[in-house]
T-cell receptor
Framework: DAGVIQSPRHEVTEMGQEVTLRCKPI?????LFWYRQTMMRGLELLIY????????DSGMPEDRFSAKMPNASFSTLKIQPSEPRDSAVYFC?????????????FGPGTRLTVT | GENVEQHPSTLSVQEGDSAVIKCTYS??????FPWYKQELGKRPQLIID?????GEKKDQRIAVTLNKTAKHFSLHITETQPEDSAVYFC?????????????FGKGTHLIIQP
């Protein structure tokens, strides 16, 4: 298995532009998580999905952020409009049914720089 | 919501010595406590985890202990090696039947001195 796949790996954009981050979870996993990592705030949960349904989006910083999971093998995190303070590494993670194990597998991350 | 505190933020030990990282959590309903290791520029990777129905778990040189009464858990690394140098994160979650998002500590930068 290729593991969790994220694209792009690096994104540099100007303030005000729309940014879309993509994630493909591990096949068969039914939970997907978006995290953001910064030096100041550490690793923060933004939103997670269970069986493609958003369960908790309380970590989404503001209305400029939105996430979708149209099917079991794809999710997007969109920032519109982007701001310099959105610069961070965004990780996607997935996990299997909790009755079998709770381990979350992280993707390689997308390093976002907003100038 | 859950709040996880982690100490110390930086830990420097001599190669071969032991390292201990401590975390406390606030939500007594939390029942799953993983530890992740993150090397520079890489993704977090699970190294060990413990559920609330056990007090200790060991895997070779690493072990985790959990004290539910005091709401704290610790990571122990024995016979440290240079490749143990990394940032370590503890996390906690109340996984009440569904996979839930982790609340992470701020991380401990472990430095192994040769």
């Amino acid at each position: 298995d290729a593991g969790v796949i994220q694209s792009p790996r690096h994104e540099v954009t100007e303030m005000g532009q729309e940014v879309t981050l993509r994630c493909k979870p591990i096949s068969g996993h039914n939970s997907l998580f978006w995290y953001r990592q910064t030096m100041m705030r550490g690793l923060e949960l933004l939103i997670y999905f269970n069986n493609n349904v958003p369960i908790d989006d309380s970590g989404m910083p503001e209305d400029r952020f939105s996430a979708k999971m149209p099917n079991a093998s794809f999710s997007t995190l969109k920032i519109q409009p982007s701001e310099p303070r959105d610069s961070a590494v965004y990780f996607c993670a997935s996990s299997f049914d909790p009755t079998s194990g709770l381990e979350q597998y992280f993707g390689p991350g997308t390093r976002l720089t907003v100038t | 919501g859950e709040n996880v505190e982690q100490h110390p933020s930086t830990l420097s030990v001599q190669e071969g010595d032991s390292a201990v990282i401590k975390c406390t959590y606030s939500d007594s309903a939390s029942n799953y406590f993983p530890w992740y290791k993150q090397e520079l520029g890489k993704r977090p990777q699970l190294i060990i985890d413990i559920r609330s129905n056990v007090g200790e778990k060991k895997d070779q040189r690493i072990a985790v202990t959990l004290n539910k009464t005091a709401k704290h858990f610790s990571l122990h690394i024995t016979e440290t090696q240079p490749e143990d140098s990394a940032v370590y994160f503890c996390a906690a979650v109340d996984s009440g039947g569904g996979a839930d998002g982790l609340t992470f500590g701020k991380g401990t930068h472990l430095i192994i001195q040769p």
